[in-house]
Structure formats: C-alpha cells, structure tokens
C-alpha cells in the first residue's frame, strides 16, 4: 500500500493518534467534541475519512462510529443541562449576565426554535459542544430534541466524511476554506441574535 502524502496543519498532529487507536479514537473525540470537552473531534472525522479514502480504515464504519458517538455525546450533554442545568444557572448565571429573566427569554426561543439550532449547531464550533446542555437546560423536550439530534448528527458526519473521503490529500485547503465559512457563519449568527436583541429592546422603549 502506498504511503500517503504529509497531511497539513491539525491532520499531521492528530495523524500519531488516528494510526495507534484508529476507530475508537474517532469514537471518543467525536463523543467528547459533542459533549461540551472541546477537542478536535470534526478534525479527526475528516482525518479518519482521509484514511479511508486511501484504503486505511473503512468508510462506512467511520461514519456509523461518528454517527453514534455524536448521537450518544449530545445525547449526555441534554441530560447533563436537564438534571443540573437550572442549579448551575441560579447558582453562577449572574457572573456571566444570565439572569432569570434572560433565562426565561432563552426557555422561550427553545420552545420556539430549539430543534433548528440543534440541528444546525454542529457545524459552528462552540454550538457543538453546548447546544445539548443549552437543549436541557432550557427544558426542551426529549421528544422535540432527539429527532434533530439525531438528523444533525447525519448531516455533520455526512458532510465532513463525505469530504475527507472525496478530497483525500487535497483536504487541506478544503478544510481551510470551510473553516472560513464556518467563522462567517458565526459572525452572522451573531449578528442576528444581536439584531434580534436590540429590537425587542427598542419595542419595549417604544411601549413606554
């Protein structure tokens, strides 16, 4: 079997790990990368799905082990925001400026929202790694949250291993410029919820 070509920037540092633990490196990365530890899960997905491209480790059980442990890790993170979320918020929410009434605000667009954002959520860092604690914490339902985590896992571990497979050694720059879209992504994520934000505090100026 043909050596393959140095992998660029995270790949060739994560590549010591991939080739001495293999699939249950993935497992766990990915696991803990959906479960609020932020650790290069995405990257070692794309990496294993390189791997497999060049005939290493299969693809098809790249993408089951992904799929699972995204599942299971988000999985972990609702129960974790479901059982203690509320206890953590009363307890430290004022040094960070969630108050109750914040609090509600968020319980509010959950209701409304929360199956899109988890859905959508794996594929903005920091989003990963929280959104099933912020899911449980909130008090989204079980039921409302576990279809869109399950369909979010399959389009995240879908698209990275689709294009670590595909584009094999030319990743690099893939991944570089998907990471950018990722970043643009964020900032307007951001936007929004600041846009949202000084609306409704300009409506309630308005009222009075």
């Not at 899960?41 to 089951?64: C, E, K, N």
């Not at 929202?113 to 079980?142: E, H, P």
């Not at 934000?197 to 100026?205: D, T």
Request: with cysteine; glycine share 12%; net charge positive.
């Amino acid at each position: 079997m043909d050596t393959p070509a140095p992998l660029p920037g995270p790949f060739e540092h994560l590549a010591p790990l991939l080739d001495s633990y293999g699939y249950l490196a993935v497992g766990v990365l990915v696991f803990l990368d959906n479960c609020a530890i932020p650790v290069p899960g995405q990257t070692v997905l794309v990496l294993a799905a390189v791997y497999a491209g060049t005939g290493r480790l299969s693809i098809a059980a790249v993408i089951v082990i992904a799929l699972v442990a995204a599942v299971a890790g988000n999985s972990l993170g609702y129960l974790l925001g479901r059982t203690g979320g509320h206890r953590l918020v009363e307890r430290w929410g004022r040094y960070v400026l969630l108050t109750p009434a914040r609090m509600a605000r968020g319980e509010e667009f959950f209701a409304r929202q929360g199956a899109k954002v988890v859905t959508v959520a794996r594929f903005v860092d920091v989003l990963r790694q929280t959104n099933g604690i912020v899911a449980g914490t909130t008090g989204m339902s079980w039921r409302r949250f576990m279809p869109a985590n399950v369909l979010g896992a399959v389009l995240w571990v879908g698209v990275w291993a689709g294009a670590g497979y595909l584009a094999g050694g030319n990743i690099g720059p893939l991944y570089e410029q998907l990471m950018r879209y990722q970043v643009l992504a964020l900032a307007v994520l951001g936007v929004m919820l600041a846009a949202l934000v000084g609306h409704r505090l300009w409506r309630r100026q308005h009222r009075k």
